[in-house]
């Protein structure tokens, strides 16, 4: 079946403009979680939902950064005025529970300029 | 705090010999553990777990992991290299007091010489 999609998988955007990366998970997959990967590193968590409810934000860096699930599906996460450090790859993983194997996507390699 | 550490920034192997790649980990209680490997331009494909039960695993594409409860490591190992084996290949260990979160070591960069 259909594994994990994320769009775009390339973004370029210039500093101080607002992003929207977009993450399809396994159908019928509970759990959704956003990762950031730096060039160089490992991901690093930033937020986890649970169907349409958003369980921790704890690693999302600043309050420019939000994550949305409003049907318990799809999930956006959106970078407000963004910077540099920004730039990296976005990744997103779904599972059938919080518990389960996270199946992840391809990425959206942002580059802020 | 949990984490994982992987001391090698990348290992070097001849096609056909034997391939390890070294984890460590440092956790409060059981440990839940994770290899991930990563082509260009791709996402993490899950390989195997560790959460409970033999201390060999075995996962995909002939890969397995032993895990050293006195290591305290879990290293991943196949017995005979390919080059599509070529990879970045990840450590990850499941954070017990959140909602599953992962963990991820920094990576190793295997290379794998004809």
């Known amino acids: 079946g259909a594994g994990v999609s994320q769009s775009p998988r390339y973004k370029v955007a210039k500093r101080g403009q607002d992003v929207a990366l977009r993450c399809d998970p396994i159908?019928?997959?509970?759990?959704l979680f956003w990762y950031q990967q730096a060039l160089g590193q490992g991901p690093e968590f930033l937020t986890y939902f649970q169907n349409e409810a958003q369980l921790d934000k704890s690693g999302l860096p600043s309050d420019r950064f939000f994550a949305e699930r409003p049907e318990g599906s799809v999930s956006t996460l959106k970078i407000q005025r963004t910077q540099q450090e920004d730039s990296a790859v976005y990744l997103c993983?779904?599972?059938?529970?919080?518990?389960?194997?996270?199946?992840f996507g391809p990425g959206t390699r942002l580059t802020v300029t | 705090a949990q984490s994982v550490a992987q001391p090698e920034d990348q290992v070097n192997v001849a096609e056909g010999n034997p391939l390890t790649v070294k984890c460590t980990y440092s956790?409060?209680?059981?440990?839940?553990l994770f290899w991930y490997v990563q082509y260009p331009n791709r996402g993490l494909q899950f390989l195997l777990k560790y959460i409970t039960g033999d201390n060999l695993v075995k996962g995909s594409y002939g890969f397995e992991a032993e895990f050293n409860k006195s290591q305290t490591s879990f290293h991943l190992k196949k017995p005979s290299a390919l080059v599509s084996d070529s990879a970045l290949y990840f450590c990850?260990?499941?954070?017990?007091?959140?909602?599953?979160?992962?963990?991820f070591g920094a990576g190793t960069q295997v290379v794998v010489t004809p």
């Open positions: 993983a779904s599972s059938y529970g919080p518990r389960g194997e996270q199946y």
């Open positions: 159908s019928g997959h509970v759990s």
């Open positions: 956790v409060s209680g059981n440990p839940y």
């Open positions: 990850a260990v499941r954070d017990i007091d959140s909602w599953g979160k992962l963990q």
